[in-house]
């Protein structure tokens, strides 16, 4: 009996074979994590350090278009990079270079320079490396772990970036507060390195197929069998609306300072809300592995992610201001409950939409097309932060959250009707 009524409860919890069945899909999981957590946190602290130098969200906004120049080239050119040499190789190289970066940005916190030009220009030069990493983990998932399981790996990605997403705010928002920028920093550089150790172990990884040289022939190949594949095409395109228009985490350092109270540490804890979400709907992805009609369990995901978004901006405008000793407000916890709805929506939209790509796309052209992908995953929050902190300059930050998530809804539903086909994808019968 005891038997029989843990089943429910284990088909609802998240599938952990691929974590028990293959050693070196453990490792690179667990070295994904820490690395999360280490990217994340510098994520906000620069967002804090720039906030804390200019005290404009819209310069806090630059950031993200700092970042999104060299990540969408590096993340195009990675591609063809990752499908012409050992994934192994890629993945540890890259890997170095983020954590160099980390080192930078620990020293110049340390030495005092204070100059949010050298903070722009250290997040480009991490940007080189990071989708090209992000992009070669990606690749290698199906060949460790085979089709069948990728539902479920995905799943555990999504608990990962959970975790990543949660954990590194929160430190960023306490470690600021207690030891200033330079040691926020410098417990993301120590992150990487036992990161690093991880990605060693892994086997080497060479192409499989027809090999293509790196380059922009390769490329532009990649973009041409992009648009032969419509309902791949088309979970980018929902991403982008989802991110780019309703993404609001640059609006959090503003929204601390004017609406909620409580400083870094109300900016750790929004942070966290999305992330605290994306985290439970990863352990609690048992049944995602049965949903067949995966388009549809796209567009409902990003659906409502707009939606809440929006609702963010409702609660958070109910906020008379921060306490008048800058105390936190009470408004912080429905505000983060509603990020951790819209994060748990999103997290099931990455699932499928991961899922999708790589099964409806062979290992040749894999490294390429989740090169697109991860530019569009990784840039299209930071063209979200210069868009809402554009928008926000020019009227609210309020004004901008509820505005991004409407326009979101409104895209998508245009999209689900132009592309009506992405509704009827089967994953028992996967047409790209």
């Not at 197929?209 to 990649?222: A, D, H, K, M, T």
Request: glycine share 12%; hydrophobic share 55%; with cysteine.
């Amino acid at each position: 009996m005891a038997a029989a009524s843990d089943r429910p409860a284990r088909r609802l919890l998240a599938d952990l074979t691929p974590l028990r069945v293959n050693p070196a899909y453990r490792r690179m999981w667990f070295g994904l994590s820490l690395s999360g957590i280490g990217a994340q946190l510098t994520t906000v602290a620069v967002g804090l350090q720039v906030y804390d130098l200019t005290r404009s969200t819209f310069k806090v906004g630059l950031v993200g278009l700092f970042a999104l120049v060299p990540l969408i080239a590096a993340g195009l050119y990675g591609g063809s990079v990752i499908d012409a040499l050992d994934r192994r190789r890629v993945i540890i190289t890259t890997a170095s270079g983020i954590l160099l970066c980390a080192v930078a940005f620990t020293v110049q916190a340390v030495a005092h320079v204070d100059h949010v030009w050298l903070l722009y220009g250290l997040v480009s030069v991490q940007n080189v490396f990071y989708p090209v990493n992000s992009s070669a983990r990606a690749t290698i998932t199906p060949r460790l772990i085979g089709r069948e399981l990728l539902p479920a790996a995905n799943a555990l990605n999504s608990v990962s970036m959970g975790v990543s997403f949660t954990l590194g705010p929160l430190l960023a928002g306490l470690l600021v507060a207690w030891v200033g920028f330079g040691g926020a920093y410098a417990v993301e550089a120590v992150l990487l390195v036992f990161a690093l150790t991880t990605l060693v172990a892994l086997p080497s990884l060479p192409p499989e197929g027809e090999v293509s040289r790196s380059g922009i022939r390769s490329v532009l190949e990649g973009f041409a069998y992009l648009g032969t594949r419509p309902n791949v095409r088309m979970t980018f395109l929902v991403d982008i609306a989802a991110m780019a228009l309703a993404m609001p985490r640059v609006l959090f350092p503003a929204l601390a300072a004017t609406r909620l109270g409580g400083g870094a540490t109300t900016v750790g804890i929004l942070s966290a809300g999305v992330a605290v979400g994306t985290t439970l709907a990863g352990l609690f992805s048992g049944p995602l592995g049965h949903v067949r009609r995966q388009g549809v369990a796209v567009l409902m995901s990003v659906l409502a992610w707009g939606a809440l978004i929006a609702l963010f901006g409702v609660v958070v405008a109910a906020s008379p201001g921060p306490d008048a000793d800058g105390g936190m407000r009470w408004w912080i916890w429905p505000a983060a409950f509603v990020l951790a709805c819209a994060g748990a929506a999103d997290a099931v939209s990455g699932v499928f939409r991961n899922t999708i790509l790589q099964t409806a796309t062979p290992d040749a052209m894999r490294g390429r097309l989740q090169g697109v992908f991860f530019v569009v995953v990784a840039g299209g929050p930071r063209l979200g932060d210069l868009l809402l902190g554009a928008v926000a300059d020019v009227s609210a930050e309020t004004v901008a959250a509820i505005a991004g998530g409407l326009a979101c809804v409104v895209v998508v539903l245009l999209l689900a009707r132009f592309q009506p086909g992405f509704a009827r994808y089967d994953a028992a019968d996967p047409t790209p």
